[in-house]
Protein backbone atom coordinates (compact mmCIF):
# COMPACT_ATOMS: atom_id res chain seq x y z
CA UNK A 1 0.00 0.00 0.00
CA UNK A 2 1.50 3.35 -1.17
CA UNK A 3 0.05 5.46 1.89
CA UNK A 4 2.87 6.81 4.09
CA UNK A 5 4.46 10.34 3.47
CA UNK A 6 7.53 12.30 3.99
CA UNK A 7 10.81 10.85 4.25
CA UNK A 8 14.40 12.58 4.73
CA UNK A 9 16.42 9.45 4.11
CA UNK A 10 18.84 9.47 0.46
CA UNK A 11 18.74 5.65 -0.44
CA UNK A 12 21.06 5.37 -3.73
CA UNK A 13 18.28 4.48 -6.55
CA UNK A 14 14.76 5.77 -4.60
CA UNK A 15 12.53 7.22 -7.07
CA UNK A 16 9.61 6.75 -4.73
CA UNK A 17 6.92 10.32 -4.32
CA UNK A 18 8.25 11.18 -0.26
CA UNK A 19 4.44 13.29 -0.06
CA UNK A 20 1.08 12.55 -1.56
CA UNK A 21 0.83 8.63 -1.11
CA UNK A 22 -2.56 8.99 -0.23
CA UNK A 23 -4.34 5.61 -1.24
CA UNK A 24 -7.43 5.62 1.16
CA UNK A 25 -9.80 3.13 0.02
CA UNK A 26 -9.39 0.74 2.79
CA UNK A 27 -13.05 -0.66 2.56
CA UNK A 28 -11.98 -1.89 -0.66
CA UNK A 29 -8.47 -2.92 0.33
CA UNK A 30 -9.75 -5.18 3.46
CA UNK A 31 -13.26 -6.26 0.66
CA UNK A 32 -10.34 -7.59 -1.46
CA UNK A 33 -8.12 -9.63 1.56
CA UNK A 34 -11.58 -11.21 2.67
CA UNK A 35 -12.83 -12.04 -0.66
CA UNK A 36 -9.32 -13.60 -1.30
CA UNK A 37 -9.26 -15.39 1.80
CA UNK A 38 -12.85 -16.77 0.94
CA UNK A 39 -11.40 -18.17 -1.95
CA UNK A 40 -8.40 -20.11 -0.35
CA UNK A 41 -5.58 -17.62 -0.42
CA UNK A 42 -3.37 -17.25 2.58
CA UNK A 43 -2.34 -13.78 3.19
CA UNK A 44 1.32 -13.55 3.94
CA UNK A 45 2.70 -10.21 3.82
CA UNK A 46 0.87 -6.67 3.51
CA UNK A 47 3.45 -3.98 2.57
CA UNK A 48 3.44 -0.39 4.13
CA UNK A 49 5.27 2.22 1.62
CA UNK A 50 6.90 4.34 0.40
CA UNK A 51 9.10 6.10 3.17
CA UNK A 52 10.51 4.80 6.34
CA UNK A 53 8.43 3.86 8.53
CA UNK A 54 10.46 5.62 11.58
CA UNK A 55 10.93 9.20 9.97
CA UNK A 56 7.16 10.47 10.08
CA UNK A 57 5.26 9.39 13.37
CA UNK A 58 2.29 10.30 12.07
CA UNK A 59 1.80 7.69 9.60
CA UNK A 60 0.78 5.46 12.36
CA UNK A 61 -2.19 7.45 12.54
CA UNK A 62 -3.49 5.56 9.64
CA UNK A 63 -4.07 2.44 12.41
CA UNK A 64 -6.67 5.03 13.52
CA UNK A 65 -9.28 3.97 10.61
CA UNK A 66 -10.90 0.56 11.55
CA UNK A 67 -10.63 -0.70 7.57
CA UNK A 68 -7.21 -0.43 7.35
CA UNK A 69 -6.59 -1.98 11.35
CA UNK A 70 -8.96 -4.89 9.56
CA UNK A 71 -6.86 -4.92 6.61
CA UNK A 72 -3.76 -5.27 8.30
CA UNK A 73 -4.75 -7.80 10.86
CA UNK A 74 -5.63 -10.52 8.37
CA UNK A 75 -2.41 -11.29 7.31
CA UNK A 76 0.50 -12.71 8.92
CA UNK A 77 3.18 -10.05 8.49
CA UNK A 78 3.03 -6.29 7.86
CA UNK A 79 6.32 -5.28 6.25
CA UNK A 80 7.90 -2.08 6.48
CA UNK A 81 11.08 -0.40 5.15
CA UNK A 82 13.80 1.97 7.24
CA UNK A 83 17.58 2.65 6.80
CA UNK A 84 17.52 1.88 10.93
CA UNK A 85 20.23 5.16 10.43
CA UNK A 86 18.31 6.90 13.47
CA UNK A 87 17.10 3.64 15.47
CA UNK A 88 13.61 2.65 15.53
CA UNK A 89 10.48 3.10 17.85
CA UNK A 90 8.55 0.51 20.09
CA UNK A 91 5.83 2.66 20.08
CA UNK A 92 5.00 0.96 16.36
CA UNK A 93 5.87 -2.28 17.23
CA UNK A 94 3.03 -1.50 20.36
CA UNK A 95 0.68 -0.81 17.57
CA UNK A 96 1.13 -3.60 15.42
CA UNK A 97 1.38 -6.25 17.75
CA UNK A 98 -1.46 -5.26 19.64
CA UNK A 99 -3.78 -6.11 16.54
CA UNK A 100 -3.42 -9.74 17.20
CA UNK A 101 -1.22 -12.17 18.62
CA UNK A 102 -0.06 -13.64 15.92
CA UNK A 103 0.69 -10.80 13.33
CA UNK A 104 4.83 -10.21 12.95
CA UNK A 105 6.84 -7.79 11.29
CA UNK A 106 9.02 -8.34 8.21
CA UNK A 107 11.06 -5.49 8.12
CA UNK A 108 13.28 -3.89 5.00
CA UNK A 109 16.45 -2.95 6.04
CA UNK A 110 17.35 -0.21 3.23
CA UNK A 111 20.75 0.06 2.79
CA UNK A 112 22.35 3.15 1.80
CA UNK A 113 24.88 2.04 -0.83
CA UNK A 114 26.94 5.23 -0.78
CA UNK A 115 27.82 4.58 3.36
CA UNK A 116 28.47 0.72 2.27
CA UNK A 117 32.30 1.03 3.40
CA UNK A 118 31.50 3.22 6.07
CA UNK A 119 32.33 1.47 9.54
CA UNK A 120 30.25 3.63 11.90
CA UNK A 121 27.36 3.01 9.59
CA UNK A 122 27.95 -1.15 9.76
CA UNK A 123 28.26 -0.68 13.31
CA UNK A 124 25.00 1.71 13.57
CA UNK A 125 23.19 -1.16 11.90
CA UNK A 126 24.56 -4.27 13.21
CA UNK A 127 23.70 -2.69 16.58
CA UNK A 128 20.06 -1.68 15.93
CA UNK A 129 19.25 -5.03 14.00
CA UNK A 130 20.42 -6.78 17.38
CA UNK A 131 18.22 -4.67 19.42
CA UNK A 132 14.87 -5.39 17.83
CA UNK A 133 15.82 -9.30 17.14
CA UNK A 134 16.43 -9.02 21.20
CA UNK A 135 13.56 -7.18 22.21
CA UNK A 136 11.10 -8.83 19.40
CA UNK A 137 12.41 -12.61 18.57
CA UNK A 138 10.29 -14.52 16.62
CA UNK A 139 7.77 -11.69 16.00
CA UNK A 140 10.25 -10.11 13.66
CA UNK A 141 11.86 -11.11 10.61
CA UNK A 142 14.84 -8.53 9.10
CA UNK A 143 16.08 -8.93 5.47
CA UNK A 144 17.99 -6.42 3.90
CA UNK A 145 16.99 -4.25 0.63
CA UNK A 146 18.50 -1.88 -2.45
CA UNK A 147 16.92 0.13 -4.94
CA UNK A 148 17.27 -1.28 -8.50
CA UNK A 149 17.42 0.48 -11.67
CA UNK A 150 21.06 1.51 -11.78
CA UNK A 151 24.56 -0.32 -11.95
CA UNK A 152 26.67 -1.44 -8.90
CA UNK A 153 30.41 -2.07 -8.98
CA UNK A 154 32.21 -5.54 -8.28
CA UNK A 155 32.86 -4.14 -4.78
CA UNK A 156 29.78 -3.01 -3.81
CA UNK A 157 27.88 -6.31 -4.66
CA UNK A 158 30.49 -8.30 -2.42
CA UNK A 159 30.09 -6.29 0.58
CA UNK A 160 26.33 -6.39 0.27
CA UNK A 161 26.58 -10.47 -0.04
CA UNK A 162 29.22 -10.40 2.62
CA UNK A 163 26.26 -7.97 4.51
CA UNK A 164 23.52 -10.72 3.92
CA UNK A 165 25.56 -13.28 6.15
CA UNK A 166 25.06 -11.34 9.08
CA UNK A 167 22.30 -8.59 8.83
CA UNK A 168 19.45 -10.99 6.77
CA UNK A 169 17.49 -13.24 8.26
CA UNK A 170 16.71 -15.13 5.34
CA UNK A 171 19.74 -14.38 3.54
CA UNK A 172 18.55 -12.10 1.00
CA UNK A 173 18.67 -8.75 -0.13
CA UNK A 174 14.85 -7.43 -1.34
CA UNK A 175 15.45 -5.50 -4.52
CA UNK A 176 13.11 -2.61 -5.10
CA UNK A 177 12.16 -1.18 -8.37
CA UNK A 178 11.29 2.67 -6.87
CA UNK A 179 11.90 3.76 -11.02
CA UNK A 180 8.75 2.36 -12.30
CA UNK A 181 6.47 4.33 -9.98
CA UNK A 182 7.83 7.89 -11.05
CA UNK A 183 5.99 9.35 -13.64
CA UNK A 184 8.72 11.46 -14.88
CA UNK A 185 11.13 8.90 -16.28
CA UNK A 186 10.30 8.18 -19.56
CA UNK A 187 9.08 4.51 -20.63
CA UNK A 188 12.49 4.26 -22.86
CA UNK A 189 14.75 5.04 -19.77
CA UNK A 190 12.59 2.52 -17.46
CA UNK A 191 13.05 0.09 -20.18
CA UNK A 192 16.64 0.57 -19.70
CA UNK A 193 16.68 0.67 -16.12
CA UNK A 194 14.60 -2.56 -15.80
CA UNK A 195 17.16 -4.34 -17.89
CA UNK A 196 19.91 -3.15 -15.94
CA UNK A 197 17.76 -4.39 -12.64
CA UNK A 198 17.20 -7.69 -13.79
CA UNK A 199 21.08 -8.48 -14.35
CA UNK A 200 21.50 -7.61 -10.65
CA UNK A 201 18.59 -9.78 -9.54
CA UNK A 202 20.35 -12.20 -12.02
CA UNK A 203 23.59 -12.12 -10.43
CA UNK A 204 21.72 -12.39 -6.46
CA UNK A 205 19.89 -15.40 -7.81
CA UNK A 206 23.39 -17.33 -8.86
CA UNK A 207 25.06 -16.03 -5.86
CA UNK A 208 21.93 -17.82 -3.89
CA UNK A 209 22.16 -20.67 -5.76
CA UNK A 210 25.51 -21.47 -4.59
CA UNK A 211 23.58 -21.77 -0.52
CA UNK A 212 23.15 -25.21 0.00
CA UNK A 213 19.87 -24.02 1.48
CA UNK A 214 18.38 -23.67 -2.22
CA UNK A 215 17.34 -26.77 -4.41
CA UNK A 216 15.98 -24.83 -7.06
CA UNK A 217 16.87 -21.61 -8.18
CA UNK A 218 13.33 -20.74 -9.38
CA UNK A 219 10.51 -21.07 -6.41
CA UNK A 220 6.65 -22.48 -6.96
CA UNK A 221 5.60 -18.64 -6.78
CA UNK A 222 3.56 -18.09 -9.34
CA UNK A 223 1.07 -15.05 -10.31
CA UNK A 224 -1.78 -16.89 -10.06
CA UNK A 225 -0.74 -19.22 -7.43
CA UNK A 226 0.59 -15.91 -4.86
CA UNK A 227 -0.65 -12.82 -6.56
CA UNK A 228 0.98 -9.46 -5.14
CA UNK A 229 -1.56 -6.44 -5.60
CA UNK A 230 -0.27 -2.56 -5.36
CA UNK A 231 -2.57 0.15 -3.84
CA UNK A 232 -1.92 3.76 -5.35
CA UNK A 233 -3.94 6.56 -5.04
CA UNK A 234 -4.68 9.98 -7.19
CA UNK A 235 -7.10 7.73 -8.12
CA UNK A 236 -7.51 4.57 -5.82
CA UNK A 237 -5.93 2.29 -7.98
CA UNK A 238 -4.94 -1.28 -6.98
CA UNK A 239 -3.09 -2.72 -9.84
CA UNK A 240 -2.00 -7.07 -9.75
CA UNK A 241 1.66 -7.27 -10.09
CA UNK A 242 3.39 -10.05 -12.54
CA UNK A 243 7.07 -11.65 -11.23
CA UNK A 244 10.32 -11.65 -12.52
CA UNK A 245 12.78 -14.78 -11.89
CA UNK A 246 14.77 -14.75 -9.78
CA UNK A 247 11.80 -13.41 -7.88
CA UNK A 248 10.53 -10.29 -7.42
CA UNK A 249 7.18 -8.38 -8.09
CA UNK A 250 6.74 -5.46 -10.74
CA UNK A 251 4.28 -2.86 -10.53
CA UNK A 252 3.19 -1.78 -14.11
CA UNK A 253 1.07 1.12 -14.75
CA UNK A 254 -0.91 -0.24 -17.54
CA UNK A 255 -4.20 -0.64 -17.81
CA UNK A 256 -4.40 -4.77 -18.47
CA UNK A 257 -3.01 -4.78 -14.70
CA UNK A 258 -5.63 -2.70 -12.88
CA UNK A 259 -8.27 -4.59 -11.09
CA UNK A 260 -11.39 -2.74 -11.53
CA UNK A 261 -12.92 -4.19 -8.37
CA UNK A 262 -11.51 -5.12 -5.33
CA UNK A 263 -12.82 -9.02 -5.26
CA UNK A 264 -11.21 -12.32 -6.57
CA UNK A 265 -13.63 -12.05 -9.56
CA UNK A 266 -11.85 -8.39 -10.71
CA UNK A 267 -8.08 -10.39 -9.86
CA UNK A 268 -9.17 -12.84 -12.24
CA UNK A 269 -10.79 -10.64 -14.65
CA UNK A 270 -7.05 -8.87 -14.85
CA UNK A 271 -5.85 -12.14 -15.04
CA UNK A 272 -7.41 -12.74 -18.41
CA UNK A 273 -6.09 -9.61 -20.12
CA UNK A 274 -2.56 -9.87 -18.92
CA UNK A 275 -2.53 -13.89 -20.09
CA UNK A 276 -3.03 -12.58 -23.69
CA UNK A 277 0.46 -11.00 -23.03
CA UNK A 278 2.13 -13.51 -21.42
CA UNK A 279 3.53 -15.64 -24.28
CA UNK A 280 6.82 -16.69 -25.50
CA UNK A 281 8.89 -14.39 -26.67
CA UNK A 282 11.53 -16.01 -28.12
CA UNK A 283 11.57 -19.02 -30.28
CA UNK A 284 14.13 -20.95 -28.11
CA UNK A 285 11.52 -20.15 -25.30
CA UNK A 286 9.72 -23.48 -26.51
CA UNK A 287 12.09 -25.67 -25.74
CA UNK A 288 13.54 -23.88 -22.74
CA UNK A 289 13.89 -25.49 -19.11
CA UNK A 290 12.74 -22.65 -17.09
CA UNK A 291 9.75 -22.42 -19.93
CA UNK A 292 6.98 -23.01 -17.04
CA UNK A 293 8.67 -20.64 -14.58
CA UNK A 294 8.35 -17.39 -17.24
CA UNK A 295 4.62 -18.77 -18.06
CA UNK A 296 3.67 -19.20 -14.70
CA UNK A 297 5.45 -16.05 -13.42
CA UNK A 298 4.06 -14.31 -15.96
CA UNK A 299 7.71 -12.91 -17.04
CA UNK A 300 6.18 -12.78 -20.52
CA UNK A 301 3.77 -10.25 -19.92
CA UNK A 302 6.70 -8.08 -18.31
CA UNK A 303 8.99 -9.21 -21.04
CA UNK A 304 6.25 -7.77 -23.93
CA UNK A 305 5.77 -4.80 -21.65
CA UNK A 306 9.27 -3.61 -22.08
CA UNK A 307 10.81 -5.68 -24.83
CA UNK A 308 13.27 -7.08 -22.73
CA UNK A 309 13.69 -10.37 -24.66
CA UNK A 310 14.73 -13.46 -22.66
CA UNK A 311 15.68 -12.59 -19.33
CA UNK A 312 18.14 -14.99 -19.52
CA UNK A 313 20.21 -12.80 -21.51
CA UNK A 314 20.60 -10.10 -19.51
CA UNK A 315 23.55 -10.32 -17.63
CA UNK A 316 26.42 -8.20 -16.41
Known sequence: MMVLNNCSMDCKGCFYKRTDNNFNDFRGSRNLAEDMQSNGY??????????DIFDNKDNYSLFDNEDFAKTISQFAYLGIASTLEDGFDTRFFDIVYGLNDDIKIELQVNLLVNRLFDINYQMILKHNVNRIKNLYKDRVVINLAINTGFSLDPKEKDKIKSMLKYLSEDGIVELNFTFLYNKDISEEKKQ??????????QDFGDFYQKDESFVTKYNQRTFLRKPSFVFVGEPNTIYVNPIVPFDEYVYIKKDRYVVQTPTYDGFLNSYGKITEINTPVVDACESCENLTHCMGKFYFAISNDFDLGCFLNLKE
Open 42 to 51: RLETCYLLPT
Open 192 to 201: KMMKDSIRII
